[in-house]
């Protein structure tokens, strides 16, 4: 019976001590999205932050268990991106992300919990938004900053990542961590290809030069210019002829 009570009371303790386990509020972005880029490229995006009872606990409250109802949260946000590498990449401790991010929209974003959010049942009060809506614009970095020359083909992908501090209008103090953000914003760059090139040793291709048509063989070209150039004495030397030819003939006619 006392081992029985020991675990009720261990229980109930835990359930105490931890209540954010009953309430997992996690801050999340409406949409998933993957962009694949170029190294350079510029991506322009705009998204809707939630918190959402739904998810995992990434909500850090601060001497509370959570929001209350019908309560205005104003957050205040920052943004910047998380770097996830291939398997046999090692980093270290860096978790920063690639490229450079720049916040388009107001940093201060806000949003109010409906009257029944403590109360209602999680599926159906299961979120409430921010506005107005998160836009940024993302750089990827540069051919020269992921080694492009070197590394024909290379793929890295980042993700997008927010943080903040949360303030309620009924006191609530809470925060989360761009290292806790759900990854569903991605960017994928990838290094252009090199350009193809014939291997040492290869035997290059023959090239063909195709002969300009209507023309005439030299010699023969030759021939026909000097012809060309005796054409008129020739036509004169013919219409002498004639000439002689037809006086005789009038002559030798009257005699």
């Known amino acids: 019976m006392r081992r029985i009570s020991l675990i009720l009371a261990l229980v109930l303790g ?6 954010l386990v009953a309430r997992a509020d996690q801050a999340i972005l409406a949409h998933d999205a993957l962009f694949e880029v170029a190294p350079g490229e510029v991506v322009t ?7 959402s009872r739904a998810g995992m606990a990434t909500v850090m409250f601060d001497g509370a268990s959570g929001f209350a109802d019908d309560e205005t949260v104003v957050a205040t946000i920052a943004l910047r991106t998380n ?59 540069s051919a020269e900053e992921l080694d492009c020359d070197d590394r024909p083909g290379y793929e890295v992908r980042t993700w997008l990542a927010i943080s903040a501090t949360l303030v309620g209008s009924k006191g609530t103090m809470a925060s989360f961590s761009a290292e806790d953000f759900p990854s569903t914003v991605a960017f ?30 030299l010699d023969e070209a030759t021939s026909r210019g000097e012809w060309a150039d005796w054409l008129p004495y020739l036509v004169l030397v013919a219409g002498a002829a004639a000439v002689v030819v037809l006086t005789r003939l009038l002559r030798s006619h009257r005699s």
């Open 83 to 141: 770097r996830v590498t291939k398997p046999d990449e090692v980093v270290g401790d860096d978790l920063d992300g690639l490229g450079s991010m720049e916040l388009l929209s107001s940093p201060t974003i806000t949003g109010t919990t409906p009257a029944d959010w403590t109360t209602g049942e999680p599926e159906l009060v299961a979120d409430f938004e921010f506005g107005p809506a998160i836009e940024f614009r993302w750089t990827a970095p």
């Open 188 to 217: 994928d760059v990838t290094c252009p290809m090199s350009a193809p090139t014939s291997e040492p040793g290869a035997t290059a291709a023959p090239r063909v030069t195709t002969p300009p048509t209507h023309t005439l063989p």
């Open 45 to 51: 995006y705009s998204d809707t932050l939630f918190i």
């Open 14 to 19: 835990a359930a105490l001590a931890f209540p």
